[in-house]
């Protein structure tokens, strides 16, 4: 069964953090640039958090802030759903589905190995349906 790790070890470890004293637009424009969804946001090497384009809709505008004062920290999603390496990719779309996120880091003993998305789920599904199809094809017809 697929677990974080497979995802982490096919699109990498990177991922965009932000400090948690960062303003807004900061983290805004990070997140633009790299044509992201979500950062990470750290105190120096602990995850204290993630900051996501909802937070800035719905804790920025719709709140009627400033994003050059306000702080990461003031509007950051914390504490946050994660998941370690060995979780299932079936657990992890549960945990997504049920508190209607997009994004979930992997976090081990306060380390920060990756972050997945609902998307990466998405596309691994779709890969081992793809190679079941292809399975079953040549069973029942042989190779082409």
Same mark, same amino acid.
């Given at each position: 069964?697929?677990?974080?790790?497979?995802?982490?070890?096919?699109?990498?470890?990177?991922?965009?953090?932000?400090?948690?004293?960062?303003?807004?637009? =900061?983290?805004?424009?990070?997140?633009?640039?790299?044509?992201?969804?979500?950062?990470?946001?750290?105190? %120096?090497?602990?995850?204290? %958090? @993630?900051?996501?384009e909802r =937070?800035?809709?719905?804790?920025?505008?719709?709140?009627?802030?400033?994003p050059k004062?306000?702080?990461?920290?003031?509007?950051?999603?914390?504490? /946050?759903?994660?998941?370690r390496r060995?979780?299932?990719?079936?657990?992890?779309?549960?945990? /997504?589905?049920?508190?209607?996120?997009?994004?979930?880091?992997?976090?081990?003993?306060?380390?920060?190995?990756? @972050?997945?998305?609902? %998307?990466?789920?998405?596309?691994?599904?779709?890969?081992?349906?793809?190679?079941?199809?292809?399975?079953?094809?040549?069973?029942?017809? %042989?190779?082409?």
């Amino acid at each position: 069964m697929p677990n974080a790790q497979s995802i982490l070890q096919k699109k990498g470890a990177d991922v965009a953090t932000v400090d948690r004293k960062n303003t807004v637009l =900061d983290a805004a424009k990070a997140m633009n640039e790299q044509r992201i969804g979500a950062v990470v946001v750290t105190d %120096g090497n602990r995850v204290v %958090g @993630i900051f996501t384009e909802r =937070d800035i809709l719905n804790r920025i505008v719709a709140a009627g802030k400033d994003p050059k004062t306000t702080r990461i920290e003031e509007v950051m999603t914390s504490p /946050m759903a994660c998941c370690r390496r060995d979780t299932r990719l079936m657990e992890c779309r549960t945990v /997504m589905t049920q508190k209607r996120i997009r994004h979930l880091p992997v976090v081990e003993d306060g380390k920060l190995y990756g @972050i997945i998305s609902a %998307g990466d789920i998405l596309a691994s599904e779709v890969a081992d349906q793809q190679a079941t199809i292809e399975y079953l094809h040549e069973y029942l017809y %042989g190779r082409r």
